[in-house]
């Protein structure tokens, strides 16, 4: 097993969980095996691993990166971790505005949507 490899593992843990990256990385298709162990030393290992970079910056840039991108599932799924790594609501609603700014207002409309959901099913 390569370094990324390994620490993109353990990355993964740490912010899907466990199960979650266990059941992704022993899917029964070899195919998928390939492509989640290629996302998880690439992504994971080598990005969100290496040193230097707050993890709540990471959520940050990733966050604007995929809004930019329309990939809204994406966002979401980033917003939680987000919220995981230290974001509070007054940060994460400043970078709605920031993304109405530069993505278009219907881009930022829909990160806003996301944002107050994923706010209130964490009771925040």
């Known amino acids: 097993m390569s370094d990324h490899l390994a620490q993109g593992i353990e990355v993964r843990k740490r912010l899907f969980g466990e199960e979650r990256t266990n059941q992704a990385l022993s899917h029964p298709d070899p195919a998928h095996q390939d492509f989640q162990q290629f996302i998880t030393s690439y992504c994971f290992g080598a990005v969100w691993g290496e040193d230097g970079t707050a993890w709540r910056d990471r959520s940050l840039m ?3 990166i995929v809004a930019a991108q329309h990939r809204f599932v994406e966002f979401e799924t980033h917003v939680k971790l987000a919220i995981k790594n ?3 609501q ?3 609603l400043a970078l709605v505005k920031h993304l109405a700014v ?3 207002v219907p881009t930022g409309l829909e990160c806003f949507r996301i944002v107050q959901r994923v706010l209130a099913e964490a009771g925040a």
Do not use: D, K, N, R
């Open 62 to 64: 990733t966050m604007a």
């Open 86 to 88: 230290g974001c509070e």
């Open 90 to 92: 007054a940060l994460l």
């Open 102 to 104: 530069y993505c278009g």
